[in-house]
T-cell receptor, first 114, second 113 residues
């Protein structure tokens, strides 16, 4: 069974703080993704990584950065948290080819920025 | 036009009912599509893939209509446990080879006893 874990289920941070969200997958997947999910807006792609140290911006990268130093770990960084970054953050991973529609999601981190 | 568009609902149906959701997409080059299910406060999980021939899995049937650019999901004999949000998903690049996906905002189904 594929397992994607995220470091926290719930997180409360103050405006201006630097925030790290960690994601780990145990299936040796090349591709990893960070999304945020907001009511009425659905899942929006923040960043994507297709290999160690490789990253690509998604639809809403502003205010975020990522790090992929090891294949199994993909970190999302909020450089200076703002209240409009209050959201549910979901990490996902997928095998490289042939099953591109099957993304495995972590349980999500609900981040509140006050 | 949104790349993937769904009626958010909610669809409220009695147990045993048949319910259908539609989803429209804008990229005519897309070859395959997916339905994900998301339970309340949980992560999305793949429910079904949809290719040109459609797909059936028990009470669930997914169909693709390329001419009109929509995908449908039919649920027969609804169960209480089918209550969830159903996300329509298309590949960003049409072929699906990159693994990058576009998610619709979801259609909420509530099955009542």
């Amino acid at each position: 069974d594929v397992k994607v874990t995220q470091s926290s289920r719930y997180l409360v941070k103050r405006t201006g703080e630097k925030v790290f969200l960690e994601c780990v997958q145990d299936m040796d997947h090349e591709n990893m993704f960070w999304y945020r999910q907001d009511p009425g807006l659905g899942l929006r792609l923040i960043y994507f990584s297709y290999d160690v140290k490789m990253k690509e911006k998604g639809d809403i990268p502003e205010g975020y950065s990522v790090s992929r130093e090891k294949k199994e770990r993909f970190s999302l960084i909020l450089e200076s948290a703002s209240t409009n970054q209050t959201s549910m953050y979901l990490c996902a991973s997928t095998p490289p080819r042939g099953r591109g529609g099957e993304q495995y999601f972590g349980p999500g981190t609900r981040l509140t920025v006050t | 036009r949104k790349e993937v568009e769904q009626d958010p609902g909610p669809f409220n149906v009695p147990e045993g009912a048949t319910v259908a959701f539609n989803c429209t997409y804008s990229n005519s080059a897309s070859q395959s599509f997916f339905w994900y299910r998301q339970d309340c406060r949980k992560e999305p999980k793949l429910l079904m893939s949809v290719y040109s021939s459609g797909n059936e899995d028990g009470r669930f049937t997914a169909q693709l209509n390329r001419a009109s650019q929509y995908i449908s999901l039919l649920i027969r004999d609804s169960k209480l446990s089918d209550s969830a949000t159903y996300l329509c998903v298309a590949p960003r690049d049409g072929s699906g080879n990159t693994g990058k996906l576009i998610f619709g905002q979801g259609t909420t189904l509530q099955v009542k006893p």
